[in-house]
């Protein structure tokens, strides 16, 4: 039992207690403090309604008698929110109607005063159990069901992972910074990032500091006040006051010139900002996301990336993995490039010929998910018919490996220099097929075609247990 109670705790977000009675509050307070969740806990539904208006709980404990409105109250107000948090509703001994009243209303629990300690660890843990099984099988649910992560697709085990990241860290208010290489989708993760976030609400601003010069990078993040300098006619607000409330994205921060570090990491400290030219300073609440493809710590190596900005900017750190490193998302990336496409261009479906599409699955991206699509679109364009030859791609693609029989390792960069961390043929063989499968969408017939062997020879290797 004493298990069970531990399996679940801690959990990141706290367990609210709504209990007018001081010394019965503090008695749960305790009992759960012990069993090592944390609590927040107020005496009154208004005082709960304030809190959860702004935190969010993983679930309430709520007295039913209060002295303004009632449990009943607070269990409605915690079926608007978003996650809905667990409840468990506290009533008077004899009041089973009352109980049975709150399981309707969507209380996930009730226990009756005076409440049997051992109870309530075990009400506690289960309810939060099942409700961190709930929101596993939505959101396995929603992956399925939609196209991906706020327009990111993918399902190799390195996605699920990010977006999984990403979920957890929108939650905070602290700044992060999203790295990886060219193209793999770093603005889509700050929009997801922000579209997760409790400021989904608030305004999303993107600067992209390698656009802009240097001279106006000040005033367009700070603002100006009316005739700050030559050209300043009117007062202007900077990109940190038009992003209060929300989320400011500073896209290449690496190359945000030397002279603005100091000034952006004084905003970022205390979210003070002083328009060039004013003599006063205005507050703002923004959350700062950054981005870069350079490697910062040579930026900070050759003295110019300052190191404290950094360490300010990087409170999360979010890689990107490149496409090489998530071969099935290739797969289904060129399915869902190849039909966009064609339905962007009013044309009837397109295929990739067998040679094609081999082509494409062992090429090795190094510009990623950007390079993917253009190579798609590019490909759709040249296509005489229905079907894309290899002679479509470009010649740097154009690597047919050829029937399965020989597929050539010599494709994947060279970058692992342990013996260990090589495929070995076996391994590579069947994540070809497995990739090829993703294709054709499961479609064994094609997806031997594709392979270049038989039907039961696919069969016998599926058995075999790819
Ligand atoms: N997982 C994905 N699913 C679908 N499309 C994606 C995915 N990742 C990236 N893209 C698309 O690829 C292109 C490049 O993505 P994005 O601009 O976010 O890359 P980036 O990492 O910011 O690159 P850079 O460092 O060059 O700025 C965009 O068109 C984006 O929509
Ligand atoms: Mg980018």
């Known amino acids: 039992m004493v298990d069970d109670t531990q399996r679940s705790a801690p959990t990141d977000e706290p367990v609210l207690i709504v209990e007018d009675d001081a010394a019965y509050r503090q008695l749960?307070?305790?009992?759960?403090g012990d069993a090592r969740y944390r609590t927040l806990a107020v005496a009154s539904a208004e005082d709960a309604q304030a809190l959860l208006a702004r935190r969010t709980v993983a679930l309430v404990i709520s007295d039913l008698r209060l002295p303004g409105a009632d449990g009943r109250t607070v269990l409605e107000w915690t079926r608007t929110l978003t996650p809905v948090p667990g409840f468990i509703m506290l009533t008077g001994f004899g009041t089973i109607d009352e109980a049975v009243a709150a399981l309707k209303a969507g209380a996930d629990d009730f226990l009756t005063k005076p409440v049997d300690l051992e109870h309530l660890r075990l009400a506690v843990s289960r309810v939060l159990e099942s409700r961190r099984l709930r929101a596993e099988v939505a959101r396995y649910r929603a992956l399925q069901t939609s196209s991906g992560f706020h327009g990111m697709s993918g399902t190799s085990p390195a996605m699920l992972k990010l977006f999984d990241l990403i979920r957890r860290i929108a939650r905070s208010d602290s700044s992060v910074l999203i790295t990886g290489e060219s193209g793999t989708g770093k603005e889509l993760v700050a929009r997801a990032l922000h579209a997760e976030s409790p400021r989904a609400d608030g305004p999303l601003v993107t600067l992209n500091c390698a656009g802009i010069p240097e001279s106006l990078l000040e005033s367009e993040l700070l603002g100006h006040a009316a005739g700050a300098f030559s050209g300043a006619r009117g007062a202007?607000?900077?990109?940190?006051?038009e992003?209060?409330?929300?989320?400011?994205?500073?896209?290449?921060?690496?190359?945000?010139?030397?002279a603005m570090q100091p000034k952006l990491l004084r905003v970022l400290q205390d979210g003070q900002v002083r328009p060039v030219g004013a003599n006063a300073e205005i507050q703002t609440d923004v959350r700062v996301l950054a981005a870069t493809h350079r490697d910062i710590a040579e930026r900070i190596r050759s003295g110019d990336f300052r190191e404290d900005l950094f360490y300010r900017l990087e409170t999360f750190r979010i890689d990107v993995p490149p496409l090489r490193e998530r071969g099935e998302d290739v797969a289904a990336l060129l399915r869902e490039r190849l039909q966009a496409q064609t339905a962007a261009l009013g044309l009837p479906p397109r295929r990739f010929s067998p040679r094609a599409l081999r082509a494409l699955l062992q090429y090795p991206y190094p510009g990623n998910v950007r390079e993917?699509?253009?190579?798609?679109?590019?490909?759709?364009?040249?296509?005489?018919g229905e079907v894309i030859e290899i002679g479509d791609l470009p010649e740097r693609v154009q690597i047919d490996a050829g029937p399965l029989s020989d597929i050539r390792l010599q494709v994947l960069p060279?970058?692992?220099?342990?013996?260990?961390?090589?495929e070995t043929l076996a391994e590579r063989e069947a994540r070809y097929i497995r990739e090829v499968l993703a294709f054709t969408d499961g479609n064994k017939q094609q997806a031997a075609r594709i392979l270049g062997i038989g039907r039961k020879t696919l069969y016998r290797k599926i058995d075999e247990g790819l």
């Open 28 to 32: 749960l307070e305790d009992e759960l």
């Open 236 to 241: 202007r607000r900077g990109l940190f006051a």
């Open 243 to 258: 992003a209060d409330g929300g989320t400011l994205f500073l896209d290449e921060i690496a190359e945000m010139p030397p």
């Open 372 to 384: 993917l699509i253009s190579l798609v679109e590019r490909a759709v364009t040249l296509a005489d």
């Open 414 to 422: 060279p970058t692992r220099s342990h013996a260990e961390d090589w």
